[in-house]
Every structure is written in structure tokens, then in C-alpha cells.
T-cell receptor
Framework: RKEVEQDPGPFNVPEGATVAFNCTYS??????FFWYRQDCRKEPKLLMS???SGNEDGRFTAQLNRASQYISLLIRDSKLSDSATYLC??????????FGAGTRLFVKA | DTEVTQTPKHLVMGMTNKKSLKCEQH?????MYWYKQKAKKPPELMFV???????INESVPSRFSPECPNSSLLNLHLHALQPEDSALYLC?????????????FGPGTRLTVL
């Protein structure tokens, strides 16, 4: 079993749709959690850090459930420019950062 | 725009060549990372430097040799690579190097080994 697992995707959604991505992690010692987005042939860029209290940034909402070892990302009112691969990233301290395999999102007009 | 720069953007090398990848950041970060990313796969951690000392080597073959000359620079020396080493090599940096820090990535060097 992989330490960080994500929905395989791809997700194909129309503009304006709401889409949710899920991620689970297996190491209960994990301490920090992030969502990154990666465009084709580009570097990963931080989308948001994920906190236990949940956090929102415009159309994006991230949630963390430590008891279930589960992280989610909700995108509302999808735009064409949201098309990318979304990477769930977990850090368990000591510089050890584990990336999930990523979920590809295609937003179509 | 990224504040982590990497050179070269593209590199093609033979299996007997020696080359180096370079990474620079001017954000005052004290941790720097090398990742390898194959197509349609997530980045895989290779090395981490913290305060210019090697903190993590993820059992990377010795044909990859990292170097951190100062807190702003990170090099990856390549020698006798194999075609399967062809990948995108990403450099990242973070502020204090602990688990709470966000990593910022450079644009990567796309390496092809012939």
C-alpha cells in the first residue's frame, strides 16, 4: 500500500462544476499536509496548506481529518484554467515529503 | 514567478559524459531538495540539504552526487548515467527545513540520457 493515495482520475467536468478530490495517508505520524497543482511539463506549485480546522482560499476549500487520515480538496465554479494535476503532499517531519500520484482534472467549456 | 532558478532547462548527455545541474534560490531558505520526476509520476525525493549539510539521501545511486556550496546554491553532479535516468529533475527550497515549511520548486531540468 502506498503511503499517500489519491483518487486515480482523470476527472472530466464542465466549466462551473464543483469537483472534489480525496487523499488518504497511512502514516499516523504525518504532520503537515499540502495540495500542489502541476501543469503539464511544469513544476509543482503550492495551492494550499491543509489545516485541521479546514481552510478556504477563494473557490478552493481544503479539509483534514486526522482521525480518518484523510485530506480533501473542493473546487467550486471550475474554470478552464483549473485543468491540471493535483498532488496531495504529506510531510512527516525530518524533511520526509511524500507525494501522492496525483489526480488529473480536465475542465471543458 | 518562481524564485528558485535551475539551469540548464534541457540537457542531453551520453552515458559516458559528466555534467552538472544547478539550482539557486534567493529567498534565504536554509533547506534545499533534489527530486526526480518521471512522466506521469509524482516527484520522488532524492536528497535534502539543511544548513548546507546533507540530511537525506534516499538511497540514490552514486552516479548522482549532490553538492551545496552555500545556502543559496545546490548542484547535482551527474556521471555515467543510464537511459532510465532520463527525467525531470526538480530543485526545491524551504525556509527552515522542518515539516511545516512549504517547499517552492524551480522549473526543473529536463534530462535525456542517450
Amino acid at each position: 500500500r502506498k503511503e499517500v493515495e489519491q483518487d486515480p482520475g482523470p476527472f472530466n467536468v464542465p466549466e462551473g462544476a464543483t469537483v472534489a478530490f480525496n487523499c488518504t495517508y497511512s502514516n499516523s505520524a504525518s504532520q503537515s499536509f499540502f495540495w500542489y497543482r502541476q501543469d503539464c511539463r511544469k513544476e509543482p506549485k503550492l495551492l494550499m496548506s491543509v489545516y485541521s480546522s479546514g481552510n478556504e482560499d477563494g473557490r478552493f476549500t481544503a479539509q483534514l481529518n486526522r482521525a480518518s487520515q484523510y485530506i480533501s480538496l473542493l473546487i467550486r465554479d471550475s474554470k478552464l484554467s483549473d485543468s491540471a494535476t493535483y498532488l496531495c503532499v504529506v510531510s512527516r517531519g525530518g524533511f520526509k515529503t511524500i507525494f501522492g500520484a496525483g489526480t488529473r482534472l480536465f475542465v471543458k467549456a | 514567478d518562481t524564485e528558485v532558478t535551475q539551469t540548464p532547462k534541457h540537457l542531453v548527455m551520453g552515458m559516458t559524459n559528466k555534467k552538472s545541474l544547478k539550482c539557486e534560490q534567493h529567498m534565504g531558505h536554509r533547506a534545499m531538495y533534489w527530486y526526480k520526476q518521471k512522466a506521469k509520476k509524482p516527484p520522488e525525493l532524492m536528497f535534502v540539504y539543511s544548513y548546507e549539510k546533507l540530511s537525506i539521501n534516499e538511497s540514490v545511486p552514486s552516479r548522482f552526487s549532490p553538492e551545496c556550496p552555500n545556502s543559496s546554491l545546490l548542484n547535482l553532479h551527474l556521471h555515467a548515467l543510464q537511459p532510465e535516468d532520463s527525467a525531470l529533475y526538480l530543485c526545491a527550497s524551504s525556509q527552515a527545513g522542518d515539516h511545516t515549511d512549504t517547499q517552492y520548486f524551480g522549473p526543473g531540468t529536463r534530462l535525456t540520457v542517450l
